[in-house]
C-alpha cells in the first residue's frame, strides 16, 4: 500500500511548488481579522484536495486502473491507499502552509499573524477528511471524468449550504434557543469540539472506504 500512496506523491512532484505559491497567497489575501484565524485551514483544505483530485486525474490519465488490475494486487488494497492518502496529503499541506507562516513570521513579515497550531491541523484533517468520504465514492463509482460533475455540486454546497441550514434552524427553534445552543457550543473546550469533529470523520471516512470497495470491486476495465 505505501508504494501506491509514493506513487500519488511523486506523480505530483509539481503541484508542490504550486502548493508554496498558493499557500503563500491565503496567507497574505487573508489578513482580514474574519478570515485570517482560518486562513491555515483554508489554504490547507484546498492545497490537500487538489492533491487528491490530482492524483485521480493522473490515474484516469496514465488508465493506471487497467494497469493495476492487471497485477496481483487485490482492489481493495487500491482503494485503501487513497484513502490513507488523504492522510498524507494533509499532512504535506500542512507542512508546507506551516512552513510558509513560520518563515513569514521569522523575517518579521506582518502576516500571518501566529504560527500554526494544533486547532488549524485538527480542521484541515476534518475539513479534508469529510470531503474526500464524500468524494472517493463516486470516484470509484464512476471514475475521475465522470465524477468531475459531483466536485461541481460538492463546492455549490460548500458555499450555500450553511445559509440553508440557517434558514432552515431559525424555522425550526426560536432565536433564544438557538443562541442558548450557541452558547454551550462555545463553552465547550476546544480540544473537545476538535476531538468530536475528528472522530466523527473518521466514522465517515470507513463508512465511505467500505461503499469504495464496494463499488470498485463492482468496476468493469
Known amino acids: 500500500m505505501s508504494s501506491l500512496i509514493l506513487k500519488d506523491i511523486l506523480l505530483q512532484k509539481k503541484a508542490v511548488l504550486f502548493t508554496i505559491g498558493y499557500s503563500l497567497f491565503i496567507l497574505i489575501a487573508f489578513q482580514n481579522p474574519v478570515f485570517s484565524e482560518a486562513a491555515y485551514i483554508?489554504?490547507?483544505?484546498?492545497?490537500?484536495?487538489?492533491?487528491i483530485l490530482g492524483a485521480c486525474a493522473y490515474d484516469e490519465k496514465n488508465k493506471s486502473?487497467?494497469?493495476?488490475?492487471?497485477?496481483?494486487?487485490?482492489?481493495?488494497?487500491?482503494?485503501?491507499?487513497?484513502?490513507?492518502?488523504?492522510?498524507?496529503?494533509?499532512a504535506i499541506a500542512l507542512l508546507i502552509i506551516g512552513l510558509m507562516g513560520a518563515v513569514m513570521k521569522g523575517i518579521g513579515l506582518p502576516v500571518p499573524q501566529r504560527y500554526i497550531g494544533w486547532p488549524d491541523m485538527a480542521g484541515a484533517f476534518a475539513s479534508l477528511g469529510l470531503l474526500a468520504s464524500l468524494y472517493y465514492p463516486f470516484a470509484f463509482r464512476f471514475g475521475y471524468i465522470k465524477s468531475r460533475m459531483f466536485n461541481l455540486v460538492l463546492f455549490m454546497l460548500v458555499f450555500f449550504s450553511p445559509a440553508v441550514l440557517s434558514e432552515y434552524l431559525k424555522k425550526q427553534y426560536s432565536r433564544e434557543n438557538l443562541e442558548q445552543a450557541v452558547v454551550r457550543l462555545v463553552a465547550l473546550?476546544?480540544?473537545?469540539?476538535?476531538?468530536?469533529?475528528?472522530?466523527?470523520?473518521?466514522?465517515?471516512?470507513?463508512?465511505?472506504?467500505?461503499?469504495?470497495?464496494?463499488?470498485?470491486?463492482?468496476?468493469?476495465?
Request: net charge positive.
Open 42 to 51: 483554508m489554504g490547507a483544505v484546498a492545497s490537500g484536495y487538489m492533491f
Open 65 to 90: 486502473d487497467i494497469v493495476l488490475n492487471s497485477l496481483p494486487v487485490k482492489r481493495a488494497a487500491i482503494v485503501r491507499a487513497k484513502y490513507a492518502g488523504v492522510l498524507v496529503f494533509t
Open 189 to 221: 473546550p476546544d480540544w473537545l469540539v476538535g476531538l468530536g469533529l475528528v472522530l466523527a470523520v473518521l466514522a465517515l471516512l470507513q463508512v465511505s472506504l467500505l461503499l469504495s470497495i464496494r463499488f470498485y470491486k463492482q468496476r468493469e476495465f
